[in-house]
């Protein structure tokens, strides 16, 4: 990984570059490597990526920020960080385990296996149980192991192999998001869903989304309802949120740069919507990410203290010796 440019001293926007004599595309290594590879304060640093990180976590415990939601990491636990994202990590120090980095347009274009990657409305979060628990982990073993015994195989056959073993991984792990949902989501949610993120910036209006869709407003509410379990205006302004606060973390623009570019009429307007849902202005926002204290964020999963037994080995058992 490489640092691109940043217009704030503590934001960081990461691109992926693959280090000599590795396969273009994916890497795949340890936290205990990646902490060593990491010029020091990067990992606590707010950071957006321009590629996939899939982390599998194998012991220990920590939070970890993903678009100023805190994640609970434990043992057994999987977390998906999708390019765009803001990331930010806690004590990395307290857990092990293997990071998967992965360059957008790696898994093969227009499959299932890409679709599932390149969804940003899928879980950040994953706890796969039982037997999808032991054969999530055996597949980030054996990708691990490919990747790092597959030196003596001409590149275009390594890369093959790690896409296919990569691709098995996307479809066990999003089996585990397919059972977690209740029900696909109706169509004229997953039209709307789309078209909010495609315009949101330019309206946030759930009467220019429905007629542009040739839906009523009270379809498009009742379809996000069922689906996202908010209403069709809360949706969009969910989005225009999380756009106006990553400017704010991730650029030097002021407040009516930013409030032009989301489609207010002026600053003042942006203001009160932002003190409205933030409860701080987007100036304080702004400089709370400054402050080397961390952020206070709502924390996903962090209820209990009980600590997750460690993922399975697929290792297969060694005989013992006879004594």
């Known amino acids: 990984m490489v640092k691109k440019r940043h217009d704030m001293p503590t934001i960081l926007d990461l691109a992926y570059q693959a280090p000599p004599g590795t396969p273009a595309g994916v890497e795949v ?6 902490r060593t ?4 304060g990067m990992l606590p640093a707010p950071q957006r990526l321009d590629f996939h990180q899939i982390i599998a976590v194998d012991s220990g415990t920590t939070v970890h920020t993903v678009d100023f939601t805190g994640h609970r990491l434990e043992a057994g636990s999987v977390l998906w960080v999708r390019p765009g994202q803001v990331q930010q990590h806690g004590d990395v120090s307290a857990i ?5 980095l992965v360059q957008p347009g790696f898994l093969p274009p227009g499959t299932a296996v890409a679709a599932v990657a390149d969804d940003p409305f899928r879980p950040v979060l ?14 980030v073993r054996h990708l ?3 990747f790092r015994t597959g030196a003596g195989l001409p590149a275009d056959v390594h890369r093959e192999i790690l896409r296919h073993l990569l691709s098995a991984l996307v479809l066990r792990l999003d089996r585990i998001d397919a059972a977690e949902r209740s029900a696909a989501p109706a169509d004229a949610f997953v039209r709307f869903r789309a078209a909010v993120e495609r315009d949101f910036a330019r309206s946030h209006r ?6 542009a869709l040739g839906y009523s407003p009270r379809t498009l509410a009742r379809a996000t309802l069922a689906a996202a379990g908010v209403g069709a205006k809360e949706f969009v302004d969910r989005r225009v949120m999380l756009e106006a606060k990553r400017l704010l973390a991730h650029s030097g623009l002021p407040a009516a740069r930013i409030a032009e570019r989301l489609g207010f009429d002026d ?5 009160k919507f932002f003190q409205h849902r933030e409860g701080v202005a987007p100036g304080a926002f702004r400089a709370a990410l400054r402050d080397p204290a961390p952020v206070t964020a709502r924390t996903a999963g962090a209820s209990g203290s009980t600590a997750a037994a460690p993922p399975p080995s697929c290792a297969p058992r060694r005989a013992r010796p006879p004594r």
């Open 29 to 34: 290594l340890t936290l205990a490597g990646l």
């Open 37 to 40: 590879r990491a010029p020091e």
């Open 96 to 100: 092990e385990g293997t990071v998967i």
């Open 126 to 139: 994953l706890r796969p149980a039982g037997e999808d628990r032991e054969a999530i982990f055996c597949a």
């Open 144 to 146: 691990a192991a490919d």
């Open 206 to 211: 759930v009467a220019d989304y429905a007629q």
């Open 267 to 271: 600053a003042a307007n942006f203001a």
